[in-house]
């Protein structure tokens, strides 16, 4: 049973436009919600997260919303760079975060030039 | 952001044999560090939570006598895959929160162990 699903394995974007990843989740008992960029044999990066109270939070070029009665949250990247190209996942913790994450599947982001 | 160093980031062993992956943050004190293990394809699934001085908490389905967790400073904790197998060939990847109200977990590079 996925808790979090990342339903696109992946997405190809033209540089310059906006990229949308989304992400579902299931456990009502999540409260933070984090995106991780993650390249091959590498660890993943922090990317940007939004606590359950919020409906948005922003950083440069990233913004992540949230909508919990559908329990559906998404990123946004605007514009999309060539250096966006990664595997990205969507993560969730309950308890403020105290508790591990569960991660989705990862959707791989493809910038074409 | 604030450094995890994993190290090894390679390892092949042979069946049977005790691996140790260690997990280091740098710049920081972590009272909880988490581990992960991922398969090719799939997303990071949480093995267990180690906590500085006590024992750790597997999830579900996770064999604790086959994956033992030592988190015995502030600054490390190591993974040791046991009776290593085959099916232990894997991603391992941990991260470390540095206080107990903080919730963004920064990862390590990963250890892909390979059992042969």
């Known amino acids: 049973d996925q808790q979090v699903k990342q339903n696109s394995p992946s997405l190809s974007v033209q540089e310059g436009r906006i990229s949308i990843l989304n992400c579902d989740y299931t456990n009502s008992m999540f409260d933070y919600f984090l995106w991780y960029k993650k390249y091959p044999a590498e660890g993943p990066t922090f990317l940007i997260s939004?606590?359950?109270?919020?409906d948005k939070n922003e950083d440069g070029r990233f913004t992540v919303f949230l909508n919990k009665s559908a329990k559906h949250l998404s990123l946004h990247i605007v514009p999309s760079q060539p250096g966006d190209s990664a595997v990205y996942f969507c993560a969730a913790s309950a308890g403020g975060g105290a508790d591990g994450l569960t991660f989705g599947k990862g959707t791989h982001l493809i910038i074409q030039p | 952001g604030a450094v995890v160093s994993q190290h090894p980031s390679r390892v092949i062993c042979k069946s049977g044999t005790s691996v140790k992956i260690e997990c280091r943050s740098l710049d920081f004190q972590a009272t909880t560090m988490f581990w992960y293990r991922q398969f090719p394809k799939q997303s990071l699934m949480l093995m267990a939570t180690?906590?500085?001085?006590?024992?750790?908490?597997?999830e579900q389905g996770v064999e604790k006598d086959k994956f033992l967790i030592n988190h015995a400073s502030l600054t490390l904790s190591t993974l040791t895959v046991t009776s290593a197998h085959p099916e232990d060939s894997s991603f391992y990847i941990c991260?470390?929160?540095?206080?107990?109200?903080?919730?963004?977990?920064?990862f390590g590079q990963g250890t892909r162990l390979t059992v042969v």
């Open positions: 180690s906590n500085e001085g006590s024992k750790a908490t597997y």
């Open positions: 939004i606590s359950s109270i919020k």
């Open positions: 991260s470390a929160r540095p206080g107990i109200s903080d919730t963004e977990a920064f």
